[in-house]
T-cell receptor
Framework: KNEVEQSPQNLTAQEGEFITINCSYSVGISALHWLQQHPGGGIVSLFMLSSGKKKHGRLIATINIQEKHSSLHITASHPRDSAVYICAVLYNTDKLIFGTGTRLQVFP | DGGITQSPKYLFRKEGQNVTLSCEQNLNHDAMYWYRQDPGQGLRLIYYSQIVNDFQKGDIAEGYSVSREKKESFPLTVTSAQKNPTAFYLC??????????????FGNGTRLTVT
């Protein structure tokens, strides 16, 4: 069993839909990252959080440390949101473990 | 604008040849990392460096080598000893070794194909 599990693996949506991507982990962590990988391969850091909730534009990330679970929400999805979204957990203060990613396609 | 530059974007090599992937950053970050990405797997750490002239092996260092002679540069050499070198390679940096409050910045990657 992977230490970081993401669901779903693939997700398709119509423009305007509300999107939720989930990340569950099995180790004690000090922080969790949400990353976005564009079709060309480059990765952008979206959020880093250790508790509660963060919001940036149409993106919202939440984390429940007790349940070892985080969600990434996209409101009013748009085709430009199409990408692979990767969850990564930081444990032992210096070791990152990456999930395998969720591939999102948003159609107009 | 500050960022990380990886070159080339695509690289093709014959089996048995060593190849060096370039990574340059102008973010003034102390820590730099090399990751490998394979289909269906999460990113895996090859090597990291916390400071100039120092680097440490990651989880899958066998068949790879690095140097950190300048703060801005962290080249990765894929040697002929690496059994499965074909992969997507990502370079990253952070202000310091990954700790809470230190986000990662990534380059656009180099796709290496060895035949």
């Amino acid at each position: 069993k992977n230490e970081v599990e993401q669901s779903p693996q693939n997700l398709t949506a119509q423009e305007g839909e509300f999107i939720t991507i989930n990340c569950s982990y099995s180790v004690g962590i000090s922080a969790l990252h949400w990353l976005q990988q564009h079709p060309g391969g480059g990765i952008v850091s979206l959020f880093m959080l250790s508790s509660g909730k963060k919001k940036h534009g149409r993106l919202i990330a939440t984390i429940n440390i007790q349940e070892k679970h985080s969600s990434l929400h996209i409101t009013a999805s748009h085709p430009r949101d199409s990408a692979v979204y990767i969850c990564a957990v930081l444990y032992n203060t210096d070791k990152l473990i990456f999930g395998t990613g969720t591939r999102l396609q948003v159609f107009p | 604008d500050g960022g990380i530059t990886q070159s080339p974007k695509y690289l093709f090599r014959k089996e048995g040849q060593n190849v060096t992937l370039s990574c340059e950053q102008n973010l003034n970050h102390d820590a730099m990392y090399w990751y490998r990405q394979d289909p269906g797997q999460g990113l895996r750490l090859i090597y990291y460096s916390q400071i100039v002239n120092d680097f440490q092996k990651g989880d899958i260092a066998e068949g790879y080598s690095v140097s950190r002679e300048k703060k801005e540069s962290f080249p990765l050499t894929v040697t002929s000893a690496q059994k499965n070198p074909t992969a997507f390679y990502l370079c990253a940096s952070s202000i310091a070794r990954v700790v809470v409050g230190s986000p990662l910045h990534f380059g656009n990657g180099t796709r290496l194909t060895v035949t």
